[in-house]
């Protein structure tokens, strides 16, 4: 399985951004696809989680009403919609995918795309 993440960029604080995670191999489809952040000086941190199957979602209390996943099934595709950004939400975001099921720990999450960067200025 491979991960391919993009979509990353310089916005201002109060910008929107939309990430993209397109995942190719032998996914299946009880996978769940899974959003990190890590900021400079700082620990890997979970933003948000797709169920493949279903679509439900699961969001840190962080980002909640902020940051929207989504999924393409034609595509294979995993979207994070991130609106009213803020400084703080400046990181390397990475999409990662766990086979087996819904969590928010990093090492369920077996598979990882190589990062896309996100900087929001004040």
């Known amino acids: 399985v491979q991960l391919q993440a993009s979509g990353g960029g310089l916005v201002q604080a109060g910008d929107s951004l939309r990430l993209s995670c397109s995942a190719s191999?032998?996914?299946?489809?009880?996978?769940?696809m899974g959003w990190f952040r890590r900021a400079p000086g700082k620990e890997r941190e979970f933003v948000g989680a797709i169920r493949w199957r279903g679509a439900d979602t699961y969001y840190p209390d962080s980002v909640k009403g902020r940051f929207t996943i989504s999924r393409d099934n034609a595509k294979n595709t995993v979207f994070l919609q991130m609106n009213s950004l803020k400084p703080e939400d400046t990181a390397v975001y990475y999409c990662?995918?766990?086979?087996?099921?819904?969590?928010?720990?990093?090492?369920?999450?077996?598979?990882w795309g190589q990062g896309t960067e996100v900087t929001v200025s004040s």
């Open positions: 191999g032998r996914t299946g489809t009880s996978f769940v």
């Open positions: 990662a995918l766990n086979p087996e099921g819904m969590s928010m720990i990093a090492s369920r999450f077996i598979y």
